[in-house]
């Protein structure tokens, strides 16, 4: 059974940056498609962005806008979230999921993380 466990989460100010890691326990990541989704209070859990496990292609939401880059190191069996320029809009809790479809739909992904805060000031 594969475990995810977010870090790196914190408080910001705007136009700050953080690096957010999750790392995997029990299986290996290398034959998974993982994202990074988030969810404010009250809204619905969105896509932030994908990597895909065949050739680490990558896929991100629009308001991303070139701000953030997703990695990967299968060595390792950890995904990235290196965010820049955080915006107050940003604030969420940011999960990181792993799946076998490279979908930008939260139900194709099978293991889910607990999450970890991102709160960007103004």
């Known amino acids: 059974q594969m475990l995810l466990v977010e870090s790196g989460g914190g408080l910001v100010q705007a136009g700050g940056s953080l690096k957010l890691s999750c790392v995997a326990t029990?299986?290996?990541?290398?034959?998974?498609?993982m994202g990074w989704f988030r969810q404010a209070p009250g809204k619905e859990r969105e896509l932030v962005a994908l990597i895909r496990y065949i050739d680490a292609g990558t896929y991100y939401a629009d308001f991303v806008q070139g701000r953030f880059t997703i990695s990967r190191d299968n060595a390792k069996n950890t995904v990235d979230l290196q965010m820049g320029n955080l915006k107050p809009e940003d604030t969420a809790l940011y999960l990181c999921?792993?799946?076998?479809?490279?979908?930008?739909?939260?139900?194709?992904?099978?293991?889910w993380g607990q999450g970890i805060q991102v709160t960007v000031s103004s």
């Open positions: 999921a792993a799946g076998g479809q490279f979908s930008r739909k939260a139900e194709h992904y099978d293991v």
């Open positions: 029990g299986r290996a990541i290398n034959h998974y498609n």
